[in-house]
């Protein structure tokens, strides 16, 4: 992995992520099924999958936006919590499509977005130089292109230093120098104890970059 990431399984604690025997249904449709599967501190995990096979289904699950239907979900001591915020706070999340505010501009939204977090809003300016966007910093969200807009999630991943990090397609329109940003960022997570969880079509760029793959096959793993 980028980085030089080290990964002994034997010599790990405790799971970051524990999902036993998972579940989960959209009215008549069950999109998984019996899951079962740990990530544990140090450990990029890849993800893949068909469309439909239920990859963003168990990322929103392991990033608490979603309940499960059967079965447990256990994700950064979350299963003793009954108030999952804090949880969260710890949890980065970079999804298919970007999640800026369109009509703040780059700056505002980082700005916004670790100010929310209750932490110091001084080094946005310079995590958005360090993944290429020190000049296009008062640019609003929406005149930006996709791949500038996954480069301020990026940043913000960086400044907010996640425990646990989820990409979902994060390789979608980079070029190659966004594209090392991505491992970059799951290298430092990964580097400092915490996991990184990839979903992705792009098996040969993520297998790069992770220690163990999995495979969604029509809602279960195989």
């Known amino acids: 992995m980028t980085g030089g990431v080290s990964y002994n399984p034997w010599t790990m604690s405790a799971p970051l992520v524990s999902l036993q025997d998972v579940a989960f249904s959209a009215g008549k449709s069950l999109i998984l099924r019996s899951v079962t599967l740990t990530v544990v501190e140090g450990e990029a995990l890849g993800l893949f999958g068909g469309n439909g096979a239920g990859k963003t289904t168990l990322l929103r699950l392991v990033a608490l936006l979603s309940r499960p239907s059967g079965g447990t979900v256990d994700v950064l001591g979350s299963a003793t919590e009954t108030d999952l915020a804090p949880v969260r706070r710890r949890i980065g999340m970079i999804g298919h499509t970007p999640a800026l505010y369109p009509t703040l501009s780059l700056m505002?939204?980082?700005?916004?977005?670790?100010?929310?977090?209750?932490?110091?809003?001084?080094?946005?300016?310079?995590?958005?130089?360090?993944?290429?966007?020190?000049?296009?910093?008062?640019?609003?969200?929406?005149?930006?292109?996709?791949g500038m807009q996954r480069r301020a999630e990026i940043a913000l991943q960086l400044l907010t230093?996640?425990?646990?990090?989820?990409?979902?397609?994060?390789?979608?329109?980079?070029?190659?120098?966004?594209?090392?940003?991505?491992?970059?960022?799951?290298?430092?997570?990964?580097?400092?104890?915490?996991?990184?969880?990839?979903?992705?079509?792009?098996?040969?760029?993520?297998?790069?970059?992770?220690?163990r793959n999995v495979e969604l096959v029509a809602g279960g793993l195989v």
């Not at 958005?128 to 640019?139: D, E, F, P, Y």
């Not at 430092?188 to 992770?210: E, I, K, N, Y």
């Open 108 to 146: 505002e939204n980082l700005s916004f977005l670790v100010g929310m977090r209750g932490e110091p809003v001084d080094r946005v300016g310079d995590a958005l130089a360090q993944v290429g966007l020190g000049n296009v910093t008062g640019r609003q969200a929406r005149h930006c292109s996709h």
């Open 161 to 211: 230093r996640p425990d646990l990090l989820l990409l979902d397609e994060p390789h979608s329109a980079l070029d190659g120098g966004a594209a090392e940003l991505v491992e970059y960022l799951a290298a430092s997570v990964v580097d400092r104890g915490g996991a990184a969880l990839v979903v992705s079509h792009d098996r040969d760029r993520v297998m790069q970059m992770t220690h």
